[in-house]
């Protein structure tokens, strides 16, 4: 089984990581790292994903977990939380990365560092939750418009800062994140 995260470095959204337990006897193609996918392909592949898994889960962590844990320990909260909603329990737990989430049940947890680039199970993981984060920022889009979200989705573009030197960071945004607590100070001294 593999988790990977997704949002860990955008200024702004929920971080979201998601748990698949790929079924070996219906192998998907194509399967490799969201980065490295379009988004219609990363769509495609999500779907087929979903529906031959022997099990997956998507799990976040908000902006206020974020600012109050750090981005790290939210992007590990997430992982726990997408394990603990599978329906079935693994024999073992492969995660992106060089740390590991607190996992409730008694399984080897490894992490490997570019796991979404080496292992298919770690790279549906990062699949569905890119999409599962993407089609988020889509929705936050239009309850917070003039950021830019539906086309970023929350990382820091020159669009996105000149949405925030504009309007000031939104709720959505990490105020613990270094370049949207510059915004916000300036926004203070108006």
């Known amino acids: 089984m593999?988790?990977?995260?997704?949002?860990?470095?955008?200024?702004?959204?929920?971080?979201?990581?998601?748990?698949?337990?790929?079924?070996?006897?219906?192998?998907?193609?194509?399967?490799k790292d969201s980065k490295r996918l379009s988004p219609q392909r990363r769509e495609d592949l999500a779907a087929l994903i979903r529906r031959r898994a022997v099990a997956f889960c998507v799990g976040r962590a908000e902006v206020a977990e974020i600012d109050a844990l750090n981005i790290l320990q939210a992007s590990l909260l997430a992982m726990a939380r997408a394990v603990a909603g599978l329906?079935?329990?693994?024999?073992?737990?492969?995660?992106?990365?060089?740390?590991t989430p607190d996992i409730?049940?008694?399984?080897?947890?490894?992490?490997?560092?570019?796991?979404d680039s080496l292992l298919p199970p770690v790279s549906?993981?990062?699949?569905?939750?890119?999409?599962?984060?993407?089609?988020?920022?889509?929705?936050?889009?239009?309850?917070?418009?003039?950021?830019?979200?539906?086309?970023h989705k929350g990382y820091g573009t020159r669009?996105?800062?000149?949405?925030?030197?504009?309007?000031?960071?939104?709720p959505i945004h990490r105020r613990s994140f270094a370049p949207v607590r510059r915004f916000d100070s300036l926004n203070l001294l108006d």
């Open 87 to 99: 329906s079935v329990h693994p024999d073992c737990i492969y995660v992106d990365g060089n740390r």
């Open 104 to 115: 409730d049940i008694d399984v080897p947890v490894v992490a490997v560092v570019k796991g």
């Open 124 to 151: 549906a993981g990062s699949i569905l939750a890119k999409t599962a984060r993407d089609a988020e920022m889509r929705r936050l889009a239009a309850l917070h418009p003039g950021y830019g979200f539906a086309q």
């Open 2 to 31: 593999g988790v990977d995260e997704a949002g860990r470095g955008a200024l702004a959204g929920p971080v979201f990581a998601a748990a698949v337990m790929l079924d070996r006897r219906r192998p998907i193609q194509g399967i």
């Open 159 to 170: 669009r996105h800062l000149a949405g925030l030197a504009a309007l000031g960071p939104s």
